[in-house]
């Protein structure tokens, strides 16, 4: 049957929770493009009732009069809507609201991260067993289509590697540290007050709103469940201007880097400023954006990128969902998501088996035989240097007494956490070396 | 009903049509790979039958006795065979094949754009009124899921603009001209060494193959049907090593560049050697990769890239399409393509209204005036001038008679092609310009 001939049809009733920033998106698309999402869905799509918690508060959209309710059981209740959008934050009351809509009958579309990753085992289950479906599109970088990509398109593929900047705001914030020479505070005040940051920053520069979204991935791609604490996790908030400057001199940019890869039938999983090489995509990505890289064992590497976050780019995510779960397809995929592999097929490998080149900045007392003996440190470790940056101290104080310390930057070949791990512990003991140094991976 | 349940039941049988390069690979995932794609399926899928041409041929892959035959009514009359995958490159036996699969009762992958082209409104039509499914996903930018990406997860966007590079031979021979310094006929000669470029590379470097891949996504994308005549067309067959040189002095470089972009109601539609700013994503997409940039009126700018061609790339599309196929994605997804907007909702834009900014070389006299008489032709032709490159002559002609010819870049600001074509007449009628001149569209 063509699609046109069902746009007669009972329209599908939405309820929408939460009408903020992206709730509002949802709902200007909604009623701004009737015909286009009739005609894509095969059904009309109508918003029946939005929630709010504050009635009082301006919107910036005008909905018909009934539409907006501060009683969540305006939709869990009504038997007419079919489907409910999701966009309550937190996991308390998010979890609670969730599965009352499922228990009420309702398709669900969230946003929730962070909810999916807490609970996500108890909320795909319940839905399972109700004969419902959570389609989750909007929960991992946004506009991108990203879900979709690793669930359905790359099907014929063992995804091996995924390589991602997630979370925008602190992509902002190192772009701009890089462009225009700002330390971390600077950047991330420009960043608040350009709206790229919130007032609390936390949960995206200290690298949890990427391990979520590392984590979500993780999960459809390998099977694998993986909690926030498996995840290997440093943010960008400690980030000092020199180590970016030092990283250019070599050839290199710094992203906070979410990386999920099959090694040795294992996962290694870890988000952290990581030195990127200049000529590659990721290194091109600027400001706000999200980017992905996945590599499959069929089709190769691939690479996706847009607007992470954002009103209109959540929405597009958000209504494409819709459109997913009026059309069918939803229910195709939800049953056929890695999300049920049990048990799982890979194990997480354990962090001191991470392999990686690292970049190693010590602040070092300028006397004589400090390199040396750093270096035999690393050598009877089995890490291999690639490369060193020691500059002349500055001018004023050459010649000035040995307790002046200098930067010390070094590139290692591969070698593991847990090797670098044991020769740190013996570099801690050099009284040349003025703790704490800095250690970064290196891309690729 | 979990999808292992579903494992035992009785396989979907498959058929290929043509076991070449991405035939076999499609073979060889299928054989590899069982339990991955029944899981993502929710069905076993079997390669019954592998058509050839030549059985004596062979094709670096072991199947099970009596799968290969060279008879096509081998899988067009074997009831049990639910899918054809029909890689049979060209129009004439395809269309037919293509057509009695259908009729046979097959839904039918293919990757052959050409044909799609140029018989897709019959071939869709004969699919849909007989109740079967096409899946193309393999037909344009291979391994890059950009079918699935503009037909369902952008399915919230009116589409606005596509710009891609969707020709990887073409990128391949651009990025050595660039690096190497070559001029084209060294960088085609090593491309077809090194297996980028077929013997007869014609309708990928004069820009047909990316046109018939444009005119698809356009299809998908804004509902209008284009033919092949209808895109404005240019190849990289005739691009000169000095342009590429020039554009790198200005700070760009040149990609074969496919564009369609909803301006007023129309759709600008066009294949050229374009000029794109080195820090933009096409310009940094290198060697045989295709990249896909799409603007949607929600979710803004978004980008995609991988490898465009290749066996297991393009292997990957075809089994994604066949998982779809079998879970039934593709149907749900063949009914509400844009292919059956009637009438179409937006038309084309006549070629002389298109809007561009123009890199124009000219090679004049190297005398007085000439400079003035191009800038004042331009000038009442309401085109203004952005930059100018003339460079002394080389030394050696310093002085010498005034016959001497050097090259005179200008790039324009945004003008129409039919301005520029107003002008040129005039320009053809000065003196001190030998033609013929280049001029090609400046990205952006």
Known sequence: MPPSASHASKPILIGIIGLGTVGTGVARVLTEHPERLARRAGRRLELR?????????????????????????????????????????????????????????????????????????????????????????????????????????????????????LNGTSNYILTQMARENWDYAQALHQAQQLGFAEADPTLDVDGSDAAQKLILLTWLAFGVRAQLADVHRQGIDRLDLSDLRFAGELGYTIKLLAVARLVNQQIELHVQPTLVRRQTPLAQIHGPFNAIGLVGDVVGETWYSGPGAGQMPTASAVVADLIDTVAGRTRINFERLELWRSPAPFSLQPREKIESRFYLRF??????????????????????????????????????????????????????????????????RLNAITPPHVRMPVAG
Do not use: W, Y
């Not at 500055?394 to 007494?401: A, H, M």
């Not at 307790?403 to 740190?424: C, D, F, S, Y």
């Open 49 to 165: 009732r939005a929630v709010v918690r504050d009635l009082g508060k301006p919107r910036g959209i005008e909905l018909p009069p009934g539409t907006v309710t501060d009683q969540v059981s305006a939709v869990i209740d009504d038997p007419e809507i079919d489907i409910a959008v999701h966009l309550v934050g937190g996991i308390h009351p998010a979890r609670e609201i969730l599965l009352d809509l499922l228990k009420g009958g309702k398709d669900v579309v969230t946003a929730n991260k962070a909810l999916l990753c807490e609970c996500g085992e108890e909320l795909f289950t319940t839905a399972r067993d109700l004969g419902r479906t959570i389609a989750f599109e909007a929960a991992v970088a946004g506009g991108i289509p990203i879900i979709a990509t690793v669930a359905q398109s790359l099907a014929a593929n063992q995804i091996t590697s995924i390589s991602a900047i």
């Open 363 to 428: 602040q070092v007392l300028d006397r004589p035989h400090v390199l040396a003996d750093i270096a035999d440190i690393l050598g009877r470790n089995q890490i291999s240097i690639a490369s060193v940056i020691q500059h002349e101290p500055p001018e004023s104080l050459t010649g000035s007494s040995s307790a002046n310390t200098v930067p010390l930057i070094i590139m290692t070949h591969r070698t593991t956490e847990g090797q670098l791990r044991e020769a740190e512990r013996e570099l801690a």
